[in-house]
């Protein structure tokens, strides 16, 4: 399996609050991505990053952010959760061209 | 733009009879296609992918993909459907595999269920 973990793997949070989720690789590639996952959606593109400092929005980018300033760590931060933010968050990385993404075992976020 | 149709959210088959999971695609550009898999509480898992060589692509456990151009279809098929198989299943597309062009559009999923 591709070297990739995210934490935490369950969070409770209250309306309002900052959240930051945390993906980190192993692997040295330069592409990562966040996605969400929501019933009846499939996967939807939050951002990703095609290098250290580089970064762009995906489909559902308002109220996220994110960084990158090193090559193996993604954060991913919500300024102020709120309940629509609910999901289950996927980390996913991928290498050298031609090869596909590899999704790590994703983050259960719940706001209550 | 690109984007995804996955027809049928639940398809559910007799273990041993044949599995069909119809996908089919908006691209501008030649695309490039994906077929994921995720069991329950985990990751997706690549089953196969298309790069524009052979049109017809094997992946792991036994399911292979047609891509049709004429009819924008990348279709998901198994001959012998087997119990393990029970899972949810993703098509995918991007417009290619450098930057900005490598983001994946996900299909909605199709969930697969398999009776004895």
């Known amino acids: 399996d591709a070297g990739i973990t995210q934490s935490p793997r369950h969070k409770v949070t209250e309306t309002g609050t900052p959240v930051t989720l945390r993906c980190h690789q192993t692997e040295n590639h330069r592409y990562m991505y966040w996605y969400r996952q929501d019933p009846g959606h499939g996967l939807r593109l939050i951002h990703y990053?095609?290098?250290?400092?580089?970064?762009d929005k995906g489909e559902v980018s308002d109220g996220y952010s994110v960084s990158r300033s090193k090559t193996e760590d993604f954060l991913l931060t919500l300024e102020s959760a709120t309940s629509s933010q609910t999901s289950v968050y996927f980390c996913a990385i991928r290498g050298p061209r031609g090869s596909p993404l590899h999704f790590g075992n994703g983050t259960r976020l719940t706001v209550t | 733009a690109q984007s995804v149709t996955q027809l049928g959210s639940h398809v559910s088959v007799s273990e041993g009879a044949l599995v069909l999971l119809r996908c089919n695609y908006s691209?501008?550009?030649?695309?490039?296609l994906f077929w994921y898999v995720q069991y329950p509480n985990q990751g997706l898992q690549l089953l196969l992918k298309?790069?524009?060589?052979?049109?017809l692509v094997k992946g792991i456990n036994g399911f292979e993909a047609e891509f049709k151009k004429s009819e924008t279809s990348f279709h998901l098929t198994k001959p012998s459907a087997h119990m393990s198989d029970a899972a949810e299943y993703f098509c995918?597309?991007?417009?290619?595999?450098?930057?900005?062009?490598?983001?994946?559009?996900f299909g909605t999923g199709t969930r697969l269920q398999v009776t004895l």
């Open positions: 691209s501008s550009v030649p695309p490039y």
């Open positions: 995918a597309v991007s417009a290619g595999d450098t930057g900005t062009a490598s983001k994946l559009t």
């Open positions: 298309y790069t524009s060589a052979a049109t």
């Open positions: 990053s095609y290098g250290v400092k580089d970064t």
